[in-house]
């Protein structure tokens, strides 16, 4: 039976408030104009924004700052030899949590990590060009005269088993969805801080509702951690997550159906309501 204890790795983080002269250094000009209080986390938060709202750069300065595996260094621009994106993060602060006993935790999990939209879809192009390299033998084997027949069983033999070794075949069948919930499987473990940063990618509604269930599951039963960046209406839906709404000045906490793009959807199937009466 599992044991529900709610873990609080990252307690808050706090991005930070300095000014630079330039208006357009990154990531400075980012948070130009915000009157944002620190992150106090919950055992899942939620930053939603819309695109160019500065979620992911959120995360990646996090990231940065706390150490993970995955993080991105980020380079800032060529104004000068100031390395700002350091700057930016050495100025941040955060506090840890604490363990089921009370006591401050003093570091964060090794296995903790950043996880960006673009991990998984260098998963999904490694996987298909596997699977584009082994048509490409075959093809090649076909143009010397042999029928495709002939090609594929060539391949089953013993050479040219030998020629395809390289080449996965346990996931050519998956489809792009398969392959990121695939992702997640392996990399997801028990015990963690993960910053996901729109883990939606490739994913269908239902997968995608799916896989917040299992954020639900792992955040009560598996002593992990999670804040992500998303503005997928069927996670935001199915996350017990507070969440903060990056899209607004003050970056203040709202529920998830209050949230713009939520809204957005909810307006659009209310207005072809009648057509899923018929």
């Known amino acids: 039976m599992w044991k529900e204890f709610l873990v609080i790795y990252l307690s808050s983080f706090r991005l930070s408030n300095e000014q630079v002269k330039n208006p357009n250094i990154y990531p400075y000009h980012v948070f130009r104009g915000k009157d944002i209080e620190p992150f106090v986390f919950s055992p899942i938060t939620v930053l939603y924004g819309n695109n160019g709202s500065g979620k992911s750069t959120i995360l990646n300065i996090m990231a940065n700052k706390l150490m993970v595996k995955g993080r991105e260094y980020a380079t800032s621009n060529s104004f000068g030899i100031v390395d700002y994106c350091g700057k930016f993060s050495a100025e941040c602060c955060f506090s840890y949590g604490e363990d089921e006993f009370g006591n ?16 998984i879809l260098y998963e999904i192009k490694k996987i298909q060009q596997k699977q584009i390299l082994a048509d490409g033998m075959e093809y090649d084997y076909m143009k010397n005269g042999h029928s495709r027949k002939e090609a594929e069983e060539y391949f089953q033999t013993r050479e040219g088993r030998r020629q395809l070794e390289y080449i996965t075949f346990a996931q050519e069948k998956y489809s792009n969805g398969e392959t990121a919930m695939q992702f997640f499987e392996d990399y997801l473990l ?89």
């Open 190 to 278: 028990p015990d963690a801080l993960y910053l996901l940063d729109e883990p939606e990618v490739s994913l269908s509604p239902a997968n995608q509702v799916l896989l917040a269930e299992e954020i639900n599951k792992m955040a009560r039963f598996l002593s992990c951690q999670f804040v992500i960046a998303t503005h997928s209406p069927f996670m935001l839906g199915t996350l017990d997550a507070k969440i903060y709404n990056i899209d607004t000045d003050d970056y203040r906490c709202c529920e998830w159906y209050e949230l713009e793009n939520v809204r957005y959807f909810y307006e659009f199937f209310k207005k072809h309501e009648k057509e899923f009466e018929e």
């Open 104 to 119: 401050t935790i003093r570091k964060l999990p090794e296995n903790s990590r950043f996880i960006k939209s673009e991990d």
